[in-house]
C-alpha cells in the first residue's frame, strides 16, 4: 500500500493548486457579479466556507484514523476474489471506474432514501450556498462505512490499493461541478454529471429532491429513474428543505440526529422506532410528514 499513500499525495499536491486557482476565479466572479446586480444573491459567504472546511478536516482526520480497518476488510475479501485481476490495464481501469461509479451511487441513494444514512450525508446539503467550497463539505462519518459499498469490487478482482485511488481520482470531478458559473455543456450532458445535474441535485426545490446521484457518469440516474433536468422555469434553491437553526458546525453534523433523538421519544412501539431510523427521511407513523417522493406524488 505504500505505493497507494504516494500517488494520493501525488493527488493531493497537484489538485490543492487547481482548486485554490478555481475558487479564486469563481470568487472573482460572484464579486463581479454582486458589484453589477446588488439583488443577485452572493456565491459565497466567509462563515460558509470556512464551515466548509472544517467539515472537510473532520472527514479527513476520520478517514485516515479509520483506514486500517477498512484497508484491512478490503485485502481481506480481495483474497477471496471470485476473479484474477485483469491483465489489460486499459480494461482494468475502465472497468473499475465504471464499477466504482455504480457503486458509488448505491452509496449515494441509500445515503438519501434511509433515514439513519441521511443523518450523516446531511452535512452535505445544509449549505444555503452553491460553489466549489461546497464540494468540501464533507459528510463527516461516510468514511466509517463508505468501504462497504467497494467490497463487491475487491471480490471481483479488483486491488484494495486501486479502488482507493480510483475513488480518490473520481473525488476531483466531484468537487469541481459544484458551481453555478457553469451553464449546460451540450451532449456531455448525456453521459456525465454535469455542474448543471449537481445543481439539481443540491436543490431543495420538491421537483428537485433525491435527484442525479452520481459522481461522474449520469447514465445511472438515467438508467434507474433518478434522473432530472435542470429546469429554467425552476431555478435551484440550495439547502434543506426545513432550515437548520442555529447554524454551527456541531449542529450542522448533528442535528439531524438530535431529531431521530425525539422520534425515538415518542410513546410508540419498538419496530415504529427503528422504522424512523430506517425509512426514508420525511416518514412518520401518523402521516404528519411527507417523504420526498410525497411531496412529488403531491405535486
Same mark, same amino acid.
Not at 16 to 37: A, C, K, N, V, W
Not at 282 to 298: A, F, N, V, Y
Given at each position: 500500500?505504500?505505493?497507494?499513500?504516494?500517488?494520493?499525495?501525488?493527488?493531493?499536491?497537484?489538485?490543492?493548486?487547481?482548486? !485554490? %486557482? =478555481?475558487?479564486? @476565479? *469563481?470568487?472573482?466572479?460572484? #464579486?463581479?457579479?454582486?458589484?453589477? &446586480? +446588488?439583488?443577485? /444573491?452572493?456565491?459565497?459567504?466567509?462563515?460558509?466556507?470556512?464551515?466548509?472546511?472544517?467539515?472537510?478536516?473532520?472527514?479527513?482526520?476520520?478517514?485516515?484514523?479509520?483506514?486500517?480497518?477498512?484497508?484491512?476488510?478490503?485485502?481481506?475479501?480481495?483474497?477471496?476474489?471470485?476473479?484474477?485481476?485483469?491483465?489489460?490495464?486499459?480494461?482494468?481501469? !475502465? %472497468? =473499475?471506474?465504471? @464499477? *466504482?461509479?455504480?457503486?458509488? #451511487?448505491?452509496?449515494?441513494?441509500? &445515503? +438519501?432514501?434511509? /433515514?439513519?444514512?441521511?443523518?450523516?450525508?446531511?452535512?452535505?446539503?445544509?449549505?444555503?450556498?452553491?460553489?466549489?467550497?461546497?464540494?468540501?463539505?464533507?459528510?463527516?462519518?461516510?468514511?466509517?462505512?463508505?468501504?462497504?459499498?467497494?467490497?463487491?469490487?475487491?471480490?471481483?478482482?479488483?486491488?484494495?490499493?486501486?479502488?482507493?485511488?480510483?475513488?480518490? %481520482?473520481?473525488?476531483?470531478?466531484?468537487?469541481?461541478?459544484?458551481?453555478?458559473?457553469?451553464?449546460?455543456?451540450?451532449?456531455?450532458?448525456?453521459?456525465?454529471?454535469?455542474?448543471?445535474?449537481?445543481?439539481?441535485?443540491?436543490?431543495?426545490?420538491?421537483?428537485?429532491?433525491?435527484?442525479?446521484?452520481?459522481?461522474?457518469?449520469?447514465?445511472?440516474?438515467?438508467?434507474?429513474?433518478?434522473?432530472?433536468?435542470?429546469?429554467?422555469?425552476?431555478?435551484?434553491?440550495?439547502?434543506?428543505?426545513?432550515?437548520?437553526?442555529?447554524?454551527?458546525?456541531?449542529?450542522?453534523?448533528?442535528?439531524?440526529?438530535?431529531?431521530?433523538?425525539?422520534?425515538?421519544?415518542?410513546?410508540?412501539?419498538?419496530?415504529?422506532?427503528?422504522?424512523?431510523?430506517?425509512?426514508?427521511?420525511?416518514?412518520?407513523?401518523?402521516?404528519?410528514?411527507?417523504?420526498?417522493?410525497?411531496?412529488?406524488?403531491?405535486?
Amino acid at each position: 500500500m505504500p505505493g497507494t499513500y504516494n500517488f494520493e499525495d501525488f493527488l493531493l499536491k497537484i489538485s490543492t493548486p487547481f482548486y !485554490l %486557482l =478555481l475558487i479564486g @476565479l *469563481e470568487i472573482f466572479l460572484t #464579486y463581479r457579479q454582486t458589484s453589477h &446586480d +446588488h439583488s443577485a /444573491r452572493p456565491s459565497y459567504s466567509f462563515r460558509d466556507s470556512v464551515t466548509n472546511a472544517v467539515l472537510m478536516l473532520c472527514n479527513g482526520g476520520i478517514d485516515l484514523l479509520f483506514r486500517a480497518v477498512y484497508v484491512t476488510v478490503l485485502l481481506w475479501f480481495y483474497n477471496l476474489a471470485l476473479f484474477a485481476p485483469i491483465q489489460n490495464p486499459f480494461a482494468y481501469w !475502465l %472497468l =473499475l471506474f465504471l @464499477l *466504482e461509479d455504480l457503486a458509488f #451511487y448505491t452509496l449515494h441513494y441509500v &445515503d +438519501h432514501h434511509c /433515514r439513519l444514512f441521511w443523518a450523516v450525508h446531511v452535512t452535505h446539503h445544509s449549505s444555503e450556498h452553491f460553489n466549489l467550497t461546497t464540494g468540501f463539505r464533507s459528510s463527516v462519518f461516510q468514511p466509517l462505512y463508505r468501504f462497504i459499498y467497494f467490497i463487491p469490487l475487491a471480490i471481483l478482482g479488483f486491488e484494495p490499493a486501486d479502488i482507493i485511488v480510483m475513488y480518490s %481520482l473520481t473525488q476531483i470531478y466531484g468537487i469541481i461541478v459544484h458551481t453555478e458559473y457553469v451553464k449546460k455543456l451540450g451532449w456531455l450532458e448525456y453521459l456525465l454529471v454535469t455542474p448543471s445535474h449537481h445543481r439539481v441535485h443540491h436543490a431543495s426545490n420538491v421537483q428537485y429532491l433525491d435527484k442525479n446521484m452520481g459522481m461522474c457518469l449520469i447514465i445511472w440516474d438515467r438508467i434507474f429513474g433518478t434522473f432530472q433536468e435542470e429546469m429554467a422555469e425552476v431555478p435551484p434553491r440550495y439547502g434543506l428543505t426545513k432550515p437548520m437553526q442555529p447554524e454551527n458546525v456541531v449542529q450542522t453534523v448533528f442535528h439531524e440526529w438530535k431529531e431521530i433523538g425525539r422520534d425515538f421519544r415518542q410513546p410508540v412501539d419498538l419496530p415504529t422506532k427503528l422504522k424512523y431510523l430506517l425509512k426514508a427521511p420525511g416518514w412518520s407513523h401518523d402521516g404528519s410528514r411527507e417523504t420526498s417522493k410525497d411531496l412529488q406524488s403531491r405535486l
